[in-house]
C-alpha cells in the first residue's frame, strides 16, 4: 500500500488515497510497477519520461465506473432530433451510418482536473470476440491507405469529424504489434460546468465483410490524464448502418420484448449472459391504446427524463409506422406534443437548478 500511496501523493492529485480505489490503481500497470521493477523509477517520474500519446496495449477493460471524478458520457440529444443519428435509450445504443457524425458529452468534475482526455476505443461486444481487435475491412482501409492515411488512422474504424491533424486529437495504436488496440484520444481543457462535447463518425458499417463483419460492438470511453491513468470509464452500443430508424426499430421491438420478458440486459451489452437470438417479430403489431401513468414519483432527474425519453422515441416510431393511416397518426400527434414539451421544461429546470 505503500507504493499506491506514494504513487497518489507524487501527482499531487486529492487528498491521498481515498481518491483511488485499487481497481482503478491497476487499470495502469505500466505506472506502477511492482518495487523491484527497474521502472519503477520511470514511474515516479513519469512526468518527464512517458511518451504522450499513451497507446494501451491488450484488451481494453470493459467495467464502467465514473470514478472520483465522476465521468459520465451522454448521446447530445439535441442532434438526436434533427435525426442525423439516433440513440436508442431502451438499449444504451446509437445508430448512425457511416461518415455521419455524431456528437457526445462528456462530463466530470473539472473543478479538481481541468485538463483531461478521453479515449474511444471501439470493442467486439461478445465475450467470444472480446480479445480481438475491432480493425476496417480491408476494402475502406484499402482506400485510405492508398490516400495516403497513416495506418493507425486508416485501420482505426472510428475517426474523430475534425481533420486528421486537428489538435488535440490524436490516433493511437501500433499496425505491427498485435496487442496494441487503436484509440482516439481528444483533449479537453475545461473551464466552465458545460459538458464538453466531441463528434465522431464511423468508417466502416457493421456489415463490412471482413471488418466488423455483422459483429455487435460497442465504445469504450475512457478518461484519462496525459499519461494515460484511467479515471472513469463509461461505454455506449454502436450499430453502424445504412438504415438507422428502421434498425432502430427493429432491435427496440425485438429485444425490448425480450427485455421485459427476462434479464433487462439489451443484447449488445459488454459480456451479455448466453442467450439464442429472440426472432424479429413483425413491427406492425402496434398498440394504438392511450393509456394513463399512474401519478409516480422518480428519484434523480437524469432516471426520470430517459425514462420520458424512452417513451417519446417509442411513441415517435409508433407514428411513423403509421404514417400511412391518418386516423391512427392523429391519436400519437398531441401525446408526443405533450411529451416533448414536457421533456424540455424539465431540461429546463434541471439546468437551471444544477
Ligand atoms: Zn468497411
Not at 469529424?161 to 475545461?190: I, K, N, P, T
Request: charged share 25%; net charge neutral.
Amino acid at each position: 500500500m505503500n507504493d499506491t500511496k506514494l504513487y497518489v501523493e507524487d501527482y499531487g492529485i486529492g487528498d491521498g488515497t481515498q481518491l483511488f480505489d485499487m481497481d482503478i490503481l491497476s487499470e495502469i500497470p505500466s505506472f506502477i510497477p511492482s518495487p523491484e521493477s527497474e521502472t519503477m523509477d520511470i514511474a515516479r517520474h513519469a512526468n518527464v519520461e512517458v511518451q504522450f500519446p499513451y497507446s494501451p496495449v491488450g484488451p481494453p477493460k470493459r467495467n464502467s465506473y465514473p470514478g472520483e471524478l465522476n465521468f459520465t458520457v451522454e448521446v447530445n440529444s439535441h442532434d438526436v432530433h434533427k435525426k442525423t443519428f439516433l440513440y436508442s435509450h431502451m438499449l444504451s445504443r446509437i445508430y448512425v451510418d457511416m461518415k455521419c457524425n455524431f456528437s457526445i458529452q462528456f462530463n466530470w468534475d473539472y473543478r479538481i482536473s481541468p485538463h483531461m482526455y478521453v479515449r474511444s476505443t471501439v470493442v467486439f461486444s461478445d465475450e467470444p470476440q472480446a480479445e480481438k481487435r475491432v480493425e476496417r475491412c480491408v476494402q475502406h482501409c484499402y482506400e485510405s491507405s492508398k490516400a495516403g492515411i497513416k495506418p493507425e488512422i486508416a485501420k482505426n474504424v472510428l475517426h474523430s469529424s475534425r481533420e486528421m491533424d486537428a489538435q488535440g486529437v490524436y490516433y493511437c495504436g501500433d499496425v505491427d504489434v498485435a496487442d496494441s488496440w487503436y484509440s482516439v484520444l481528444v483533449e479537453f481543457h475545461r473551464t466552465s460546468d458545460e459538458p464538453c462535447s466531441h463528434a465522431y463518425q464511423f468508417t466502416c458499417k457493421n456489415s463490412c465483410a471482413s471488418g466488423i463483419n455483422r459483429r455487435a460492438i460497442a465504445i469504450i470511453f475512457t478518461l484519462e490524464d496525459e499519461y494515460g491513468r484511467v479515471y472513469g470509464r463509461q461505454k455506449v452500443g454502436a450499430r453502424v448502418c445504412a438504415c438507422p430508424r428502421r434498425d432502430l426499430l427493429k432491435d427496440e421491438t425485438a429485444e425490448g420484448k425480450y427485455k421485459t420478458g427476462k434479464k433487462r440486459v439489451p443484447s449488445n451489452e459488454i459480456d451479455p449472459p448466453k442467450t439464442k437470438k429472440i426472432k424479429m417479430e413483425a413491427v406492425t403489431d402496434i398498440d394504438d391504446t392511450v393509456y394513463k401513468l399512474p401519478s409516480l414519483q422518480v428519484v434523480g432527474s437524469r432516471a426520470m427524463l430517459s425514462g420520458l425519453k424512452v417513451m417519446l422515441e417509442m411513441m415517435e416510431l409508433a407514428a411513423e409506422c403509421r404514417k400511412n393511416n391518418p386516423a391512427a397518426l392523429a391519436l400519437y400527434q398531441p401525446h408526443i406534443a405533450r411529451f416533448k414539451e414536457t421533456i424540455q421544461t424539465l431540461e429546463m429546470t434541471r439546468n437551471t437548478t444544477q
